[in-house]
């Protein structure tokens, strides 16, 4: 089974970058909707960004948009999600999920409950 492991979370400084990496174990990476999820401290993780399996059709919550960019390449088995113009309220436990549902391949839309495999997350702490 594919395993993900997330890498690029830090300390910053509010309006600064971040750039997030997840890295999965197996070629078959190209196969699954990729996802980037946070989670707040005391909160319910939630959908940030996701990628559908060629890369082609990128999905945002509004939360994020603008400031953020998920990219995939298949070819490195990588997920990526730039972070720009950071601010205190991204401040959480990045995670990324894969999956293998059909919505989740073709648009990268993916719900929790949609998610087969988690990567272990990595923090990200935005200070004012």
């Known amino acids: 089974q594919v395993q993900l492991v997330e890498s690029g979370g830090g300390l910053v400084q509010a309006g600064g970058s971040l750039r997030l990496s997840c890295l999965a174990s197996e070629r078959t990476f190209s196969t699954y909707g990729m996802a980037w999820f946070r989670q707040a401290p005391g909160k319910e993780r939630q959908f940030v960004a996701g990628?559908?399996?060629?890369?082609?059709?990128?999905h945002y919550m509004e939360f994020v948009k603008g400031r953020f960019t998920i990219s995939r390449d298949n070819a490195k088995n990588t997920v990526y999600i730039e972070m720009n113009s950071l601010k205190p309220e991204d401040t959480a436990v990045y995670y990324c999920?894969?999956?293998?549902?059909?919505?989740?391949?073709?648009?990268?839309?993916?719900?929790?409950?949609?998610?087969?495999?988690w990567g272990k997350g990595t923090l990200v702490t935005v200070s004012a």
């Open positions: 999920g894969a999956s293998l549902g059909t919505i989740a391949q073709a648009t990268g839309m993916i719900s929790t409950a949609a998610v087969n495999i």
């Open positions: 990628i559908s399996r060629s890369g082609t059709k990128q």
